[in-house]
């Protein structure tokens, strides 16, 4: 099964500073040939994957397995899943049922919320 899924990584020192050509070199001998390379703000790196695996954790730890083979000091601080797949789906609502569990009496409420203007939706 595919799996869809975003890893983004810190960088460390010399392969912030280094050659752009060789970091994605190592990442395909390392087994990143299924992912879109994004290296935008300096010392960091974005792969958006799309890993067939048995599981979507399964497709998710063998991809960072295979970014820390390509980048020993890369460092892992982000994972995002594809919004519209079931399995993303799944897990963001056990995620977001066991944050409710945590709150006894529901989301609090913000004194004011209700008389703050919205954000973006200013007529212009």
Known sequence: MEHEFTLRFMLGP???VG??????ERLGEAGC????????AAGRIALD???SAASLEQAIRSAIADVKTAIPTAELYSVELEQGGENADAILKK???????????GLPRVD?????????????
Request: charged fraction near 25%.
């Open 49 to 51: 994957f799309s890993r």
């Open 33 to 40: 040939l299924d992912a879109l390379v994004g290296i935008g």
């Open 14 to 16: 010399a392969d912030a």
């Open 95 to 105: 995620k977001l049922a066991d944050l409710l569990a945590e709150m006894p009496h």
């Open 19 to 24: 050659d752009v050509n060789d970091i994605l």
């Open 112 to 124: 004011g919320w209700d008389d703050m203007p919205s954000v973006g939706l200013e007529s212009k």
